[in-house]
Structures are given as structure tokens and as C-alpha cells.
T-cell receptor
Framework: GESVGLHLPTLSVQEGDNSIINCAYSNSASDYFIWYKQESGKGPQFIIDIRSNMDKRQGQRVTVLLNKTVKHLSLQIAATQPGDSAVYFCAETRASKLTFGTGTRLQVTL | SQTIHQWPATLVQPVGSPLSLECTVEGTSNPNLYWYRQAAGRGLQLLFYSVGIGQISSEVPQNLSASRPQDRQFILSSKKLLLSDSGFYLC??????????FGPGTRLTVL
């Protein structure tokens, strides 16, 4: 069946370093891919999205890369800060419905 | 600006009791509305979505039901809660873009 999953459940990064969070998906018919950040006890917050016809999209300190050949999505966070500590979810969207991956916890160490 | 509200924030209920969680959206018209459940340390599972008043689509057969009595109101209900209904319930809305905006969530514990 369809699935969106993450390679690593926990990622520990030192403050100031770059973070890379990976995601694999299996449904090649998805329209968009979205990254969400979820802090403890809160709802997910939109970070960045990318259309399926794009390879790369940049935001403020974040970059999303899409490799449709291997069905892989990544989120790069530059100069990781303590406030970036959270669980990050990738999600695919088709027909206004989101399918979420299981999430990666990013821990920023000082 | 648009805002989304959920209440209560936390809820502890005995097995077999009824449930009613409410979600309201302000600042937008005719939103798509969604209910998700998130188990501890897991991703989000879509339970219901609605594209208009009285229009409900169920994604997962279960002990829960949803209703949309008004354009910006979405209610999640159960007649008899099960232990397995415990979790973090999130309401979300979307407009013309693909992005979904999430509410603060309700932490439900069924004992």
C-alpha cells in the first residue's frame, strides 16, 4: 500500500551545524510534499512544501529536496538552533488529503 | 487572520463514556476540515474530513463519528469510548492551497 516513512527516528545535532532529515515515500502520484514541525504537546506547524514537478525549494534556513527517481525527500536546516528541537514529519498530499510519515525527532545539543 | 480552536485541551474519560470534541475556525469561509489522531510517538492518522456542512468522509472504520453542523464547526464524537481511543486529537483546516493548518489539539486519556 501507500506509505510515507522516515529513515531515522531520532537525530542529534550540535547547535550551529546543519541538519538533514530524510523521508522515503512510495506513492509517485502525490501532488505535493510537505514538511511539518511539531513541538511537544502542540499541533504540527507548516515549514515548507514542494510540488511534485520541482527538485528543490528554499525557505528561510530550510531547504527541501525531492528526488522522484528514488522517491526520496529531505529537509535541510541550516545553522540548527535550540528552537529547532521538535519532531519533523513529512507528508504527501493528494486531493487535499495528507498522509503523514512516522516522524523524526531532532535534538539540538549545545 | 485565520485561527483554529479546539477544546477541551485535555480530557480524562472512563471507558464506555461518551465523547464530544469541538473544533471551530475563524477568519475563513467554507474551509475543508479534518480530524486526526496521533498516538504517542507516532504520526498522524486521518480520521474524518469534510468539504462542507453535513458532508463527512470517514477514512478509518472505528468507534468515532464526526459532524459538521455549521460551516466552521467540526465535532468529533463517540457514544462509548474504548481504551484504544486514547490519543492526541488534532483538528485542521485548509482552504484553496494544499497546506493544512492545525489546532492546538486535545489530549484524551481513556481509563
Amino acid at each position: 500500500g501507500e506509505s510515507v516513512g522516515l529513515h531515522l527516528p531520532t537525530l542529534s545535532v550540535q547547535e550551529g551545524d546543519n541538519s538533514i532529515i530524510n523521508c522515503a515515500y512510495s506513492n509517485s502520484a502525490s501532488d505535493y510534499f510537505i514538511w511539518y514541525k511539531q513541538e511537544s504537546g502542540k499541533g504540527p506547524q507548516f515549514i515548507i512544501d514542494i510540488r511534485s514537478n520541482m527538485d528543490k525549494r528554499q525557505g528561510q534556513r530550510v531547504t527541501v529536496l525531492l528526488n522522484k527517481t528514488v522517491k526520496h525527500l529531505s529537509l535541510q536546516i541550516a545553522a540548527t538552533q535550540p528552537g529547532d528541537s521538535a519532531v519533523y514529519f513529512c507528508a504527501e498530499t493528494r486531493a487535499s488529503k495528507l498522509t503523514f510519515g512516522t516522524g523524526t525527532r531532532l535534538q539540538v545539543t549545545l | 487572520s485565520q485561527t483554529i480552536h479546539q477544546w477541551p485541551a485535555t480530557l480524562v474519560q472512563p471507558v464506555g463514556s461518551p465523547l464530544s470534541l469541538e473544533c471551530t475556525v475563524e477568519g475563513t469561509s467554507n474551509p475543508n476540515l479534518y480530524w486526526y489522531r496521533q498516538a504517542a510517538g507516532r504520526g498522524l492518522q486521518l480520521l474524518f474530513y469534510s468539504v462542507g456542512i453535513g458532508q463527512i468522509s470517514s477514512e478509518v472504520p472505528q468507534n468515532l463519528s464526526a459532524s459538521r453542523p455549521q460551516d466552521r464547526q467540526f465535532i468529533l464524537s463517540s457514544k462509548k469510548l474504548l481504551l484504544s481511543d486514547s490519543g492526541f486529537y488534532l483538528c485542521a483546516w485548509s482552504g484553496t492551497s494544499v497546506e493544512q493548518f492545525f489546532g492546538p489539539g486535545t489530549r484524551l486519556t481513556v481509563l
